[in-house]
């Protein structure tokens, strides 16, 4: 197996993104088929494709659009998900730039399943090439008839707005998104007891649908090629269909986007990237800073797929791929992540705005040289205590990573307390901080 | 917070101005675009985020006390609330006015074991500023930021809409010569840009 491009096939040509060279490459084949579809049979096709939400969570997709209520008897809002903060991700920023039609024939189609009226699109603050693609995109289907009013001639309304974030990691999670777009600080809501799942009551307190930029870029593909076809994708392991973009980064040769499809070894998503560079690989972030770490032992092993990768405990989380060499220093590594997430807190609950920065600083004086004996439990300690009892996942986020660091690599961070100084460099090495 | 954190500056925030001091200063294009926006949402609060970027962009790169109150009073919400949402986000510049330029540099995890660090170093000597803050002269503002999921080009930074990187010291030297020249400010730029995307053609 080696790179299967679904999703990227046309990356590389500029004119994709023009409507007439996404025509070209069979392009806006599926929207018109799926206009002549019954909504369910839309809804079943995504179910029997076993697609799976690629923000991060890997909830199946057909669960949320079949929970979009099918008498409808007020407005019906969808959202993508271009927030993309998750470090280490790029894939949704690829995507935006250079295969926007995707995201909106597959918003488009999946509004018609839904009964959609306006789909907004949450795109990071800083990704202004990606927001000027689609907006070039936008504004040619609109002109086009794809979007607007009586779309193709079907009596189907839909209008898709771009909507620019401001800076907030938080802001990806679904619930501080809608807060967000509705004007407001990007903190989560409570979805239970008001409203158990954003399909019932999500953004302007109205049943939303909301995906990842790469979730909606697959649907076409269901449409034109079928669900029994998308799911042969993948279907070696146990429940994770169709392909599957990872932006590999850090030592390698070639970092990039890489879609590949699902059941593949996760060494040659490695090898794809060209390898590591500047010495022997040491470990490996498979699936964004949220996700647990593992040694180059288990990067032989893992299987790329949702269930597949608990065997190695890490995730496929968003797909944002680091690899490290032996030179990495990872309590200095820690450190970093742990500020990550102090940094991005939103503020609302105690064990997250609290325990984020305990977290910082304990593993601050441990790099500083001056950790004290107790230190790994006391972090072991708050990283539990966030672990699990935080408002929104964002706190599990921030423990996860610690914790794995601390049962991957203890005897560096044992090394660092006892010496003060890295095992890894023999230096203590804090930069950055006064 | 602990004085460890180092990314968020501190925030020492001008007063509400007083009613009858409120000035409107958007620009007749700047009335309309925001009329424009208004209809992409249910509600008037809605707007609130895109009302920042035009006011960012009206303002001069700086969402001052004024601004706070042109936008507040334009959408009928309160100033406290709206002051509370601009602060919350990174990306309007709240607490002091910015250079021409602003540097965000990443220090991120990708960066971080990419030697951004050293770059981190290098800017604070070249421009004699620390994170948050900006030189006399009002040409950079720095700031060290959080990933900005460019991270196959680590290590990056941003300055208005752009992205630099790989960067390497002398690339990183050139860039900021040729932003020394550069005298249109990249923050108005980059407000203008994210207003100018959320509208669709011909709509303002
Ligand atoms: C702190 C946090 C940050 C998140 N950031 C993103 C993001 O940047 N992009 C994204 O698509 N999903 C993100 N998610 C996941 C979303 O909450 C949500 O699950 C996703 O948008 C659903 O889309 P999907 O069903 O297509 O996966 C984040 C979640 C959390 C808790
Ligand atoms: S866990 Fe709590 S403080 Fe942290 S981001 Fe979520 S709601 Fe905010
Ligand atoms: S870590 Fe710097 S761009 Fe991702």
């Not at chain 1, 797909?319 to 990872?330: A, K, P, S, V």
């Not at chain 1, 107790?374 to 996942?393: E, T």
């Not at chain 2, 208005?160 to 249109?184: A, F, H, M, V, W």
Request: a negative charge; glycine letters at 10%.
């Amino acid at each position: 197996m080696a790179e299967y491009k679904l999703l990227l096939e046309h990356t590389n040509d500029p004119l994709f993104k023009t409507l007439a060279g996404y025509k070209s490459k069979g392009g806006y084949t599926a929207l018109p088929k799926a206009l002549e579809m019954e909504r369910s049979a839309i809804i079943d096709s995504v179910k029997a494709a076993g697609l799976r939400g690629r923000g991060g969570a890997g909830a199946p997709a057909a669960l949320k659009w079949g929970g979009m209520p099918k008498e409808k008897k007020t407005e019906h809002y969808l959202i993508c998900n271009a927030d993309e903060g998750e470090p280490g991700t790029f894939k949704d920023k690829q995507l935006l730039e250079t295969c926007p039609f995707e995201l909106v024939e597959g918003m488009t189609i999946a509004g018609y399943a839904v009964q959609g009226d306006v789909g907004y699109v949450y795109i990071r603050g800083e990704y202004m090439d990606g927001a000027k693609a689609l907006r070039n995109a936008l504004d040619e289907a609109y002109a086009n008839n794809l979007l607007g009013k009586n779309i193709l001639g079907t009596g189907f309304n839909f209008d898709i707005q771009i909507h620019m974030g401001a800076g907030s990691y938080e802001c990806g999670e679904e619930t501080a998104l809608m807060s967000s777009l509705m004007g407001e600080r990007g903190m989560p809501r409570l979805k239970f007891p008001h409203a158990p799942f954003p399909v019932i009551s999500g953004v302007f307190d109205k049943p939303t649908l909301i995906h990842n930029v790469e979730s909606y870029c697959n649907a076409p593909y269901i449409v034109n090629n079928g669900a029994e076809w998308f799911a042969s994708l993948g279907a070696s392991t146990k429940n994770s269909r169709g392909t599957k973009i990872f932006s590999v980064s850090g030592h390698v040769n070639k970092p990039g986007n890489y879609e590949i499809e699902f059941g593949t070894p996760l060494r040659e998503l490695l090898e794809l990237a060209g390898g590591v560079r500047g010495g022997k690989l040491k470990a490996c972030i498979p699936g964004g800073s949220s996700v647990p770490v593992i040694l180059a032992a288990d990067v032989e092993r893992a299987i790329i797929g949702y269930e597949e990768m608990g065997e190695v405990k890490s995730m496929v989380g968003s797909g944002g791929c680091m690899f490290f060499n032996e030179h990495t220093d990872m309590v200095k590594f820690a450190w970093r992540s742990a500020l990550f997430y102090a940094n991005e807190s939103c503020g609302k609950c105690t064990p997250c705005r609290e325990g984020t920065k305990w977290m910082v600083q304990i593993l601050e004086r441990i790099c500083k040289g001056g950790g004290q004996p107790g230190d790994l439990d006391l972090l072991k300690q708050v990283a539990n205590q966030i672990d699990g009892r935080s408002f929104c996942p964002l706190g599990d986020a921030a423990a996860w990573p610690v914790l794995a660091a601390l049962r991957v690599f203890p005897e560096e961070f044992e090394y660092y307390i006892e010496n003060g100084v890295s095992m890894v460099t023999s230096k203590p090495s804090l930069v950055g901080v006064p | 917070m602990s004085e460890l954190i180092q990314i968020g500056s501190p925030n020492q925030r001008p007063r509400q101005p007083r009613p009858e001091d409120l000035k409107l200063q958007f620009s007749e294009q700047g009335v309309k675009e925001l009329e424009a926006l208004l209809t992409h949402y249910p509600t008037k609060k809605a707007c609130i985020l895109p009302a920042l970027w035009l006011a960012q962009r009206e303002y001069d790169g700086y969402l001052s006390g004024d601004a706070i109150a042109e936008v507040a009073h334009r959408l009928e919400r309160s100033y406290a609330e709206v002051e509370g949402v601009a602060t919350f986000y990174s990306l309007y510049n709240t607490a002091h006015k910015p250079g021409l330029h602003k540097i965000e540099i990443c220090t991120c995890l990708c960066c971080h074991i990419n030697g951004a660090w050293n770059l981190r170093d290098r800017l604070v000597e070249k421009l004699g500023i620390h994170h948050g803050e900006t030189t006399e002269d009002g040409l950079f503002t720095l700031e060290e930021v959080e990933c900005l999921n460019s991270c196959d080009r680590a290590p990056c930074m941003q300055v208005g809409s752009q992205y630099y990187g790989p960067l390497t010291e002398e690339s990183l030297d050139d860039l900021i010569e040729t932003l020394r020249n550069t005298k249109e400010s990249t923050v108005v730029q980059y407000s203008n840009d994210i207003v100018q995307v959320q509208l669709r053609k011909g709509e303002a």
